[in-house]
């Protein structure tokens, strides 16, 4: 690239699942701007510019191809990048600290210093840094600290611009998003800052779907978004609990009370639990940060949804042992599914990995299946090497087996011909339909015993 022919230079540090479709996005509507998007992982690097991308997304490959080698550049020179940029997106992952203070709650936010060091380190103009990651509230204080404590003269203005996409629709979602969320200081230079960020995504949203906000309710939107997502998510689980008790139908609940408009339609699929990178670590995140100021009750209240979310998962292991005659030791079961959701090849926090390693303490043979997921899922059970089986064929991998468990909703799951799958399983033969995606009647026709989330079981005993 040359610095003559774009107007500005973006880098992105963080090439997965948010730094590498954000990019992707912003370089095909801006060609005007160069895009570079680094990471210390090289393998990651070269397989953005390959077909077969580091993620899968639907439409993402068309994306990437439109602006690649044109004005969107993958890269390992960090240092490189970083010298020659304007505006600076960093995007590493905040996972959960797993040591010392705060550990299991509190976000860890090595990754994301070392980033504002090594821009510290290698800058030789002044920048806008903007916080993509996701992050607890007041952490652009800090990078603000470390990166304005320079003997350069230099100054870097911090912005947070959190990422509202979900796996499986990224592209939509990029193309087409409900909001974006740009906060700033509300000093002249905070709010200059924020004026260049409004133009790079006003290329292609609508100004009222562009929010400006301070830095410290952007931030904070984050958490709270996702919190409330998954909140939604735990509600309709813990119905689903009572609805299995009482013959009502979680399903038609749901319709019930999302035709309310104060409600709404959407998330209130109840299922055997949520799962991805992002909910559970950001709930505590908020646990954590709340616990920090003494708000206990607050965090209580938060802590809830992922105790609630646990509870339904082992509640549908439970639930299987009891109904197979409370054991399971010695029999084959079959995973449909093991993404944490349809169309993305992602199982991080999936309910799949839960549900697996509960059904191996109880001495099942678990067999998995998945069209994009079984790398991960191999890197996931890698302990458990040669005590399960992965197969890429649904047929194959429920011939002989007592049970299905539908774990992840991919459509042509509902399309398997389970007349088929039915003759060659063991009897009596079981599903548990842990998405509610599958024709229940029409599967207790064929002959199998059907038990879903929060409705009442089909069987033939
Ligand atoms: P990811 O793990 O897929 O990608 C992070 C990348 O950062 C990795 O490739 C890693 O090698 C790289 N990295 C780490 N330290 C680095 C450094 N010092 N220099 C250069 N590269 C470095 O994570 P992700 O899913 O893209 O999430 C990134 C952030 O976005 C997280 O804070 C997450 O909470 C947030 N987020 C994620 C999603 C999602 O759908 N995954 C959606 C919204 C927000
Ligand atoms: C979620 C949010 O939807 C995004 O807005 C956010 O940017 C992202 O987290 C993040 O910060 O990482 P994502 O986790 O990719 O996106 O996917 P979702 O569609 O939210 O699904 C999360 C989990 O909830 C999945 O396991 C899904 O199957 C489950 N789910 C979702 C349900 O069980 N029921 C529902 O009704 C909806």
Not at 31 to 57: C, F, H, K, M
Not at 127 to 132: A, H, L, P, S
Not at 382 to 397: K, M, N
Not at 444 to 457: D, H, L, Q, Y
Request: net charge neutral; charged share 20%; proline share 3%.
């Amino acid at each position: 690239m040359t610095s003559t022919i774009f107007k500005k230079h973006i880098v992105c540090i963080g090439a997965g699942y948010v730094g590498g479709p954000t990019m992707a996005m912003i370089a095909a509507r801006c060609p005007e701007y160069a895009v570079t998007v680094v990471d210390i992982n090289p393998e990651r690097i070269a397989a953005w510019q390959t077909d077969s991308l580091p993620i899968y997304e639907p439409g993402l490959l068309v994306l990437v191809r439109e602006s690649l080698g044109r004005n969107l550049f993958f890269s390992t020179d960090i240092s490189g990048a970083i010298h020659k940029a304007d505006i600076i997106f960093v995007s590493v992952n905040t996972p959960t600290k797993t040591y010392g203070e705060g550990a299991g709650k509190a976000a860890d936010l090595q990754y994301w210093e070392k980033t504002a060091r090594t821009i510290l380190q290698v800058s030789g103009s002044n920048k806008i840094i903007i916080e993509k990651s996701t992050l607890p509230v007041r952490t652009a204080l800090a990078m603000e600290r470390i990166l304005n404590a320079n003997d350069k003269g230099l100054h870097f203005e911090v912005l947070s611009n959190p990422e509202f996409l979900a796996e499986g629709s990224a592209v939509a979602d990029l193309e087409n998003p409900d909001r974006v969320l740009i906060g700033s200081r509300e000093t002249e230079s905070g709010l200059k800052a924020r004026a260049e960020i409004v133009d790079i995504y006003a290329h292609w949203v609508a100004p009222e779907r562009i929010i400006t906000s301070n830095l410290w309710s952007a931030e904070l939107s984050k958490l709270v978004a996702n919190a409330f997502l998954a909140q939604r998510i735990s509600s309709i689980n813990s119905i689903s609990a009572l609805c299995e008790k009482t013959e009502a139908s979680v399903g038609e609940v749901a319709l019930a009370i999302g035709t309310d408009s104060r409600i709404g339609p959407k998330f209130l699929n109840a299922s055997v639990g949520f799962g991805g990178s992002c909910f559970k670590k950001d709930i505590l995140n908020l646990v954590y940060i709340c616990e920090h100021y003494g708000l206990h009750e607050v965090a209580r209240y938060w802590e809830s949804v992922v105790m609630m979310n646990e509870y339904q998962q082992q509640r549908f292991v439970t639930n299987m042992i009891k109904v197979m005659f409370n054991t399971v030791a010695g029999k084959r079961i079959v995973l449909l599914g093991f993404a944490f959701k349809a169309n993305t090849s992602d199982t991080r926090e999936s309910p799949s990995i839960a549900v697996a390693r509960k059904l191996l303490n109880e001495h099942a043979l678990v067999v998995i299946t998945d069209p994009k997921a079984l790398d991960n899922a191999r890197i996931d059970l890698h302990d458990c090497a040669g005590r399960i089986e992965f197969c890429d064929d649904p047929y194959e991998a429920s011939r002989n087996a007592h049970a299905i468990a539908v774990m992840t909703e991919w459509d042509h799951y509902c399309e398997l011909d389970y007349a088929r799958i039915f003759k060659h399983m063991e009897k009596p033969a079981f599903i548990f339909d842990g998405r509610n995606i599958l024709d229940h009647k029409k599967l207790f026709t064929i002959g199998f015993n059907v038990f879903s989330i929060g409705k009442s079981p089909l069987k033939h005993f």
